[in-house]
């Protein structure tokens, strides 16, 4: 069966259940756009343990972390945010793959995988720090095991595979986790990193969030056949997920990490999802998406589906479904209020944490502006004569 039922087509892919061929076309689906659990002969086992309240867990996940980044939308057009990446529609993606990671492993990710941080535990004022002007950096990504968001496109996939040949180095089981986008495919670190990866068998899990635009162009323009192809040529075993089900997200990551602490070297996931609303705040995509395209992708909403087989299952009571808006806008109102709290950093703080240790050359730097500053107290005030 295809994702929606409909003719396959090169972004969506066809369905077929069966053991995971390195290299394949199929999405991996274990939940259809319909809520209907389908058996997986390879699959199933990788999320056995997954039962009732698991199921619940990850749709309140997903619950909270859309009302998060809803949440964070309304402060950018309040002016309290700069700018925002919203993640809407890619919530399953996130939520699935970031709750098979383990504590040890390491995130690097883009900046739009505030769903995978928010499993990571970022405390949530801390997602908004960079995006307010408040800090050039969100948090310490020691005590979450996650870096901070890479701007740049696709870098971040090289810090994940020398992260990652570190552990080698170290002898440690851990595992560097890379998320990005389809657009960043094109860059040549992400090639590079793959190329090193594949070099070492690094324990690195490279994750493509595949959500059909770079920006305003569509993923078509710049890959002619699934993305997921491209990694084999590497020496990458790939897969191709189902990115708005949350099950068989969960499943694929899982089985990547294990092949990558058993020393079976990098894994390449391609997600394929949609990205329901703008690349960031400061984009229109009506100028450039069909209206009706969204309306097909929106009809495979990954809080719908789940929602649908807890409804199927006997797990989607008023008292739960009431308990989750609680907590999601208990959380929303915590984000708001820490974004709002947030103290005004000094003017010099722009040159804090550039480097780990002070040199006369940034010192030089800061002593100009700060005298450039004192300079606009001394001037004389209009009208003071």
């Not at 098979?100 to 492993?105: F, I, P, S, T, W």
Request: proline share 6%; hydrophobic share 40%.
């Amino acid at each position: 069966m295809t994702q929606d039922g409909s003719s396959p087509d090169q972004a969506s892919g066809t369905v077929h259940p069966g053991p995971s061929r390195p290299g394949a076309d199929e999405l991996v689906q274990l939940v259809d756009p319909h809520g209907v659990r389908h058996p997986h002969g390879h699959y199933d086992d990788l999320v056995a343990d997954v039962d009732g309240p698991a199921l619940r867990k990850l749709y309140e996940d997903m619950v909270v972390v859309r009302r998060i980044d809803a949440e964070a939308t309304a402060l950018q057009r309040q002016g309290e945010l700069a700018l925002w990446p919203p993640l809407l529609g890619q919530e399953a993606a996130q939520i699935g793959s970031g709750r098979a990671l383990r504590a040890d492993d390491f995130v690097f990710s883009s900046y739009r995988e505030n769903a995978v941080a928010y499993c990571r535990g970022v405390d949530l004022a801390d997602l908004l720090r960079v995006w307010r002007g408040n800090a050039s950096s969100g948090w310490d990504p020691y005590t979450v095991n996650m870096a901070t968001p890479q701007v740049i496109i696709g870098a971040q996939t090289l810090h994940a595979t020398g992260y990652a040949m570190g552990i080698l180095n170290d002898g440690a089981d851990a595992v560097a986790v890379t998320y990005f986008g389809d657009g960043a495919t094109s860059q040549g670190d992400v090639n590079e990193a793959m190329v090193f990866a594949a070099s070492y068998q690094a324990p690195v899990v490279f994750f493509c969030q595949n959500n059909h635009w770079a920006i305003s162009e569509p993923v078509g323009l710049q890959a002619h056949v699934p993305i997921a192809r491209r990694a084999p040529g590497f020496g990458i075993p790939s897969v191709r997920v189902d990115g708005n089900d949350v099950l068989a997200c969960l499943a694929v990551t899982r089985e990547a990490l294990a092949r990558a602490r058993s020393g079976g070297g990098p894994t390449f996931i391609e997600a394929v999802t949609y990205r329901m609303g703008p690349h960031t705040t400061a984009d229109d995509p009506t100028r450039y998406r069909d209206a009706n395209e969204l309306e097909d992708w929106a009809a495979r909403d990954p809080l719908a589906r789940l929602a649908t087989l807890l409804d199927s299952l006997g797990l989607l009571d008023a008292d739960y479904t009431d308990s989750v808006k609680a907590k999601a806008d208990a959380v929303a109102a915590e984000l708001r209020e820490g974004c709002l709290s947030m103290p005004e950093p000094a003017p010099s703080d722009v040159f804090r944490h550039v480097y780990s240790e002070p040199n006369s050359w940034l010192d030089r730097q800061q002593d100009h502006y700060e005298r450039y500053l004192t300079s606009f107290a001394q001037a004389p005030q209009e009208g003071s004569r």
